[in-house]
């Protein structure tokens, strides 16, 4: 992949949204759809218990923060992209070393980009299957702090994975009339296409013998959030009240650079179109090394994201992780 090196870090100052509500200051304080907290921390790298010399990406944290579920190509007992945990023991605890999910997750195929239901009892993740597509699964587990109790996977629902094309980048939280979910994805109908995030609702089967978890609806591009030209536009994370979310593209910023950076778009509503999207900046962003992969904290206070080796670590991708502090208790629930 080709890239620009940016070589002053940018700020962003950004009136939006259809109420004139949302106030982004990239540089200071924070103001997202009326949800009012601190900047963002310096990331930090999360240490070599998850850091290799090979690419780590895709990083989700578990609800209670404790468990970092990534991916990485690191030599494993199964081949290709495995999905893997590290586990600490109190927040302010570095990350423990990684271990494999095991042979109910990870396959010789390539398996990656997971995230975990609000409730931490639902692993959603992608996999390269055996007709060259990859497909969207859902593994379930009875005891959320049991990292490695993961079931069997099934397909998230038919309409989705019964298509010759590449769904991955999940992810899955409850619609705010608690009747099914809300589906964000990544979609691509060919591996040499481009990325782009799409949204479907999934309706919960009740027919426990189903392969699929349920049906997915009104799947459609999020066309305010892709841009329109040649780049990547991936790995859309929201916030559980559905009015902020990150994702990283390689779209060209203002200035017109062209650099894999993370994106930020705000709502007013938890049904309504999305602001325009634009650049976290810094100090998510760095001048360096392109950051990808972000997911939010179901809390909205952590992010984890990966960087190029450029931003310093242990390898070819390494993941970071970066706080906010929120100024009033409106996201406390």
Same mark, same amino acid.
């Given at each position: 992949?080709?890239?620009?090196? !940016? %070589?002053? #870090?940018?700020? @962003?100052?950004?009136?939006?949204?259809? *109420?004139?509500?949302?106030?982004? =200051?990239?540089? /200071?304080?924070?103001?997202?759809?009326?949800?009012?907290?601190?900047?963002?921390?310096?990331?930090?790298?999360?240490?070599?218990?998850?850091?290799?010399?090979?690419?780590?990406?895709?990083?989700?944290?578990?609800?209670?923060?404790?468990?970092?579920?990534?991916?990485?190509?690191?030599?494993?007992?199964?081949?290709?992209?495995?999905?893997?945990?590290?586990?600490?023991?109190?927040?302010?605890?570095?990350?423990?070393?990684?271990?494999?999910?095991?042979?109910?997750?990870?396959?010789?195929?390539?398996?990656?980009?997971?995230?975990?239901?609000?409730?931490?009892?639902?692993?959603?993740?992608? !996999? %390269?299957? #055996?007709?060259? @597509?990859?497909?969207?699964?859902?593994? *379930?587990?009875?005891?959320?702090? =049991?990292?490695? /109790?993961?079931?069997?996977?099934?397909?998230?629902?038919?309409?989705?994975?019964?298509?010759?094309?590449?769904?991955?980048?999940?992810?899955?939280?409850?619609?705010?009339?608690?009747?099914?979910?809300?589906?964000?994805?990544?979609?691509?109908?060919?591996?040499?296409?481009?990325?782009?995030?799409?949204?479907?609702?999934?309706?919960?089967?009740?027919?426990?013998?189903?392969?699929?978890?349920?049906?997915?609806?009104?799947?459609?591009?999020?066309?305010?959030?892709?841009?329109?030209?040649?780049?990547?536009?991936?790995?859309?994370?929201?916030?559980?009240?559905?009015?902020?979310?990150?994702?990283?593209?390689?779209?060209?910023?203002?200035?017109?650079?062209?650099?894999?950076?993370?994106?930020?778009?705000?709502?007013?509503?938890?049904?309504?179109?999305?602001?325009?999207?634009?650049?976290?900046?810094?100090?998510?962003?760095?001048?360096?090394?392109?950051?990808?992969?972000?997911?939010?904290?179901?809390?909205?206070?952590?992010?984890?994201?990966?960087?190029?080796?450029?931003?310093?670590?242990?390898?070819?991708?390494?993941?970071?992780?970066?706080?906010?502090?929120?100024?009033?208790?409106?996201?406390?629930?």
């Amino acid at each position: 992949m080709c890239r620009i090196i !940016r %070589l002053l #870090p940018l700020a @962003f100052i950004v009136g939006c949204g259809a *109420e004139g509500d949302v106030l982004v =200051d990239y540089n /200071g304080s924070v103001e997202l759809a009326m949800v009012k907290s601190s900047g963002w921390s310096e990331p930090v790298n999360v240490g070599p218990g998850v850091n290799s010399a090979f690419q780590e990406r895709s990083p989700a944290l578990s609800p209670d923060k404790l468990s970092l579920y990534f991916t990485s190509d690191r030599p494993g007992p199964f081949g290709g992209s495995d999905l893997y945990v590290s586990r600490r023991d109190c927040l302010e605890c570095p990350f423990g070393p990684a271990v494999n999910l095991g042979p109910n997750i990870n396959t010789a195929a390539n398996e990656g980009t997971a995230t975990l239901s609000r409730d931490g009892k639902l692993l959603f993740f992608a !996999r %390269l299957m #055996p007709d060259g @597509f990859e497909d969207i699964l859902v593994s *379930e587990r009875a005891d959320k702090h =049991d990292d490695l /109790g993961w079931g069997p996977p099934k397909g998230l629902c038919s309409e989705l994975n019964d298509q010759a094309a590449h769904f991955n980048s999940p992810w899955v939280m409850e619609k705010p009339e608690k009747s099914g979910l809300n589906l964000y994805f990544s979609f691509r109908p060919t591996f040499a296409a481009r990325l782009q995030i799409f949204r479907a609702t999934v309706d919960e089967d009740d027919d426990d013998a189903s392969v699929n978890f349920g049906t997915c609806n009104n799947m459609e591009p999020a066309t305010e959030l892709n841009h329109v030209g040649t780049t990547n536009d991936d790995d859309a994370t929201i916030r559980k009240d559905g009015k902020e979310m990150f994702f990283w593209s390689g779209r060209p910023d203002a200035s017109g650079v062209s650099d894999p950076r993370l994106w930020t778009a705000t709502r007013s509503r938890n049904d309504g179109p999305w602001s325009a999207p634009v650049p976290v900046g810094a100090p998510i962003d760095s001048p360096v090394a392109p950051e990808l992969f972000p997911t939010l904290s179901w809390d909205a206070r952590t992010l984890v994201f990966s960087a190029g080796r450029l931003r310093g670590g242990s390898g070819l991708n390494d993941i970071w992780i970066a706080e906010r502090t929120p100024l009033d208790d409106d996201d406390d629930d």
